[in-house]
């Protein structure tokens, strides 16, 4: 079974959706499940875990409700406000739904210091509780504060989006090879092969040209750490499905792990299948 371990549903806003600007005119409209469904099949993928855009708990009711209706989509990462006093009750509330598998804050859009406050910390140390992971939506110069973070709480799981975007442009940059390498060294910390294709300069990428900082991520996580994301409908801005999935699944090695699915499967706890 295959799954796409991130991908995005909206029906867009343009207020609520304001990162979304005149230069991504392919995203200004809305994105939902019968969208999706047809590009899965066509591209033998089975199932998806969709992930929060938004920094509501309306978005995590939304999702829910779309996972509810769409057996496809097996596991959802919401939102949840960590910071707030009630944090566990809302953890409790969403922790119920068996597809609510983990929790994503936008920590790429945050100030220097966002991830040593202490409400936050709060809220991190109890999704272990709860059974859920936290996925790290972080720039590649945020890694050393994720660094930080993760070696903090040593029970809970993670997953790093999009390699932290690297900045895909020549060889890798030392000092993200240097932190990807000792983040991947926490056992607790798996990495999403997502995003990729929007981190070269003006979406003119090539497999070439990733495949130098896919190396280093398949090398520093392995075989068991690493899932399959499309980003979709994101990676629209510079790859139609196909084209982005293709970089992944023709990555020698890759196609026999469990990258594609079983991976997601263990470190998300998704439900089984359900028609």
């Not at 005119?25 to 998806?48: H, K």
């Not at 939506?137 to 997953?159: S, T």
């Not at 092969?193 to 896919?214: D, F, H, K, R």
Request: charged share 20%; net charge negative.
């Amino acid at each position: 079974m295959i799954i796409d371990a991130h991908q995005h549903f909206w029906q867009f806003d343009p207020v609520r959706d304001a990162w979304i600007d005149a230069s991504m005119g392919v995203l200004r409209q809305d994105f939902l499940p019968t969208d999706l469904a047809p590009i899965l099949a066509a591209n033998g993928v089975d199932g998806c875990v969709a992930v929060q855009a938004d920094q509501s708990l309306a978005e995590s009711d939304f999702l829910l409700e779309l996972a509810d209706r769409h057996p496809f989509i097996r596991g959802v990462v919401g939102w949840v406000d960590l910071c707030a006093p009630d944090v566990e009750e809302q953890l409790a509330r969403y922790a119920a739904h068996p597809k609510f598998v983990g929790v994503r804050h936008i920590l790429q859009g945050e100030p220097a210091g966002f991830m040593a406050r202490p409400d936050f910390r709060r809220g991190i140390s109890l999704l272990h509780r709860y059974g859920l992971t936290y996925d790290l939506l972080v720039y590649h110069y945020q890694l050393p504060e994720a660094i930080d973070l993760v070696d903090a709480f040593p029970e809970q799981r993670f997953v790093l989006d999009h390699l932290a975007k690297p900045v895909i442009d020549g060889p890798p940059d030392p000092a993200w090879v240097r932190n990807l390498r000792t983040l991947a060294g926490f056992p607790g910390v798996s990495c999403k092969l997502s995003g990729m294709v929007t981190e070269v300069p003006g979406y003119q990428w090539t497999a070439e040209a990733l495949q130098p900082y896919l190396t280093v991520a398949v090398e520093a996580f392995g075989p068991d750490r690493l899932l399959y994301g499309s980003d979709w409908p994101v990676c629209l801005l510079a790859a139609d499905y196909a084209a982005q999935f293709a970089v992944y699944r023709n990555f020698p090695g890759l196609d026999s792990t469990g990258c594609f699915g079983s991976n997601a499967e263990r470190i998300y706890g998704l439900p089984p299948v359900t028609h």
